[in-house]
């Protein structure tokens, strides 16, 4: 079966430009996840979004912003992109069986170069 | 505030060895994850262990939750150079509604072939 699907896989962009990054969950997950993770450090939460709608919200800038669209799909904006904009970001998905999660499946990232 | 702690920060073993990490959490969890990641490569899900379990195995891992303790701990046994990579930890918090898993800071394994 498909794993999580990120696109694109490597991104550069120049400073106080605008960057879209796009998560494909696996079928019949409910929820996405993303995560920021800068060189040799541990992933940082951003957002979540259950059913398309957002969930919970972690350390995410107001420069950023993220959508779940009605295929599932999720796309994270980020604005006025910065130096320390530059990481890994990892969008994962689950299927949540009551109150109870299950697996967070993580895809294999975009990375995200800003000069 | 960081949630999961990985003991020791970094390993190196021999091949054939076993290598044992811990974590420990501070607040209530639903469930605990282990994840492996190699070097700016995604995360590979490696096992779930919910709150009422206390021991779970998969191949050559096994992982134990003490929820006393607020601790869990990750076993790879017979170690291949293959294993070499960073493990961490990843916790969900109890209640419906919470969708989000705090990562520790992992441990950086060397397996020497």
């Known amino acids: 079966a498909a794993g999580v699907i990120q696109s694109p896989r490597h991104l550069i962009k120049e400073k106080r430009e605008t960057a879209t990054l796009k998560c494909y969950p696996i079928?019949?997950?409910?929820?996405v996840y993303w995560y920021q993770q800068g060189p040799g450090q541990d992933p940082q939460f951003l957002i979540s979004?259950?059913?398309?709608?957002?969930?919970d919200k972690g350390s995410i800038p107001d420069r950023f912003s993220a959508q779940q669209f009605s295929d599932y799909h999720s796309e994270l904006n980020m604005s006025s992109l910065e130096l320390g904009d530059s990481a890994l970001y990892f969008c994962?998905?689950?299927?949540?069986?009551?109150?109870?999660?299950?697996?967070?499946?993580f895809g294999q990232g975009t990375r995200l170069t800003v000069v | 505030s960081q949630q999961g702690e990985e003991d020791p920060q970094a390993l190196s073993i021999q091949e054939g060895e076993n290598a044992t990490m811990n974590c420990s959490y501070k607040t209530s969890i639903n469930n605990l994850q282990w994840y492996r990641q190699n070097s700016g490569r995604g995360l590979v899900h490696l096992i779930l262990i919910r709150s009422n379990e206390r021991e779970k195995h998969s191949g050559r891992l096994r992982v134990t939750l003490d929820t006393s303790k607020k601790s869990s701990s990750l076993l790879i046994t017979a170690s291949r150079a293959a294993d070499t990579a960073s493990y961490f930890c990843?916790?969900?918090?109890?209640?419906?509604?919470?969708?989000?898993?705090?990562f520790g800071k992992g441990t950086k394994l060397s397996v020497i072939p």
């Open positions: 079928s019949r997950h409910d929820t």
């Open positions: 990843a916790t969900d918090p109890p209640g419906a509604g919470s969708y989000q898993l705090t």
């Open positions: 979004f259950y059913e398309k709608m957002q969930s």
């Open positions: 994962a998905s689950s299927f949540v069986a009551g109150p109870t999660n299950t697996e967070a499946f």
